[in-house]
């Protein structure tokens, strides 16, 4: 925190003056069993896993986790939690923290969370990133003396963060209603009533084998190259660089079948005009990488007009009067189309897949009025998702916003706090 006149009742400190930091117990494998509590590495509280080894031996309970204590990971991979998960043993380069009586809980975890963002800034680009207790009094913050303003703080803050967490959840439910609800358009279709078909089990005479798997009979199943205008590829490396002029589209701005306007970098009008000698990309076309990540695909937003593609990029132009973009972009983000990609890149989605294949892969293609049902439906629920994502970041844009105001004093709660008296 940068030097400056703090606000009444505010009082500078460090983060060590706040807490106590209990370094977690070095379990060895031989501690491990089948029964006891669980040993809570950082891998359980990243999510990364869920299987927990167990120790069932009797060590300090300085080491015990309780709900809601607070969990610091200091080595590696830097975060603060709270942990949700009953009493627990926390394993070593983990710090069980321990508010002092003065520091409330909740407002000590925004703290800390906050001061732990900075310190991933200032360790960026190095391999191992760690921060030992002894460096902790590095740290400066500060805090408000009263109790009450702090509790009022960490309440505003557990509200958006509540907010947030509703959210992420509804984004969840979202995305696998999406994956159902693509992997019945896309195996099953829409019949001339409007529903989806029954089943293959159900009506087996409704469907035909093809290089996919069942299809329904009205169905084809075509090459790309066979439903394009142009399939084109971008030249073996990315044009060069700039902070303005033509955007440059790369593999960081596809994710998801949406494109990402963060990342995007630009270049100068003669390395556009040389990159887009083989077919200029126009909005609505859709880009397909094919090398690290393999198959991520994205159509290119109507605001971008002169565009080219970097390395490992692939531009699909669909045929109008064969292949709706809307469908296409739906096929493309499906399981059946994804899986024959993972299976050309030998398995690995950090793998590659050839031009030829990118060219020649097989997409399942209904009647355009088909096509057309079937692209409402995916756009309905890619308007929700948009929406609900558009929505999580707003909010946690609030709240970064709101954390460094409320955790420096520059706004203050102590309106608030008369108001609850």
Known sequence: MSERILPQGWEP????DLADYINGFPFKPSDWSETGLPIVRIAQITGSSLEYDYFQGSI???YKLQTDDIIFSWSGT???VRWHGGQAWLNQHLFRVAPYPNIDDGFFFHLLSNAVEDM????????MKHIKRG????YNVAIPVSLKEQQKIAQILDTLDTQIQKTEALIAKLEKIKEGLLHD?????????GQLRPTPEQAPELYKESALGLIPKEWEVLPAVAICQAVIDCK???PPERTTGFPVIRTPNVRNGRFVYSDLLFTDQKSYEIWTQRGAPRPGDIVITREAPVGEVCKIPATMKQVCLGQRMMMYQPDPSVMLTDYMLAALVSHRVQNRLLDLAGGSTVGHVRVGDIRQLAIPTPPISEQS????KFNAIESRLFDETRELDKLCLTKNGLMDDLLTGRVRVTALLKDSV
């Open 13 to 16: 400190k460090t983060l060590i």
């Open 60 to 62: 300090s309970n300085l």
């Open 78 to 80: 830097l975060c603060v």
């Open 120 to 127: 991933e800034k200032s360790a960026h680009g190095s391999t």
């Open 135 to 138: 460096e902790l009094k590095k």
């Open 185 to 193: 358009l896309l195996t099953r279709g829409i019949d001339q009533n």
């Open 236 to 238: 073996n490396r990315t």
């Open 373 to 376: 049902l079937i692209a409402d």
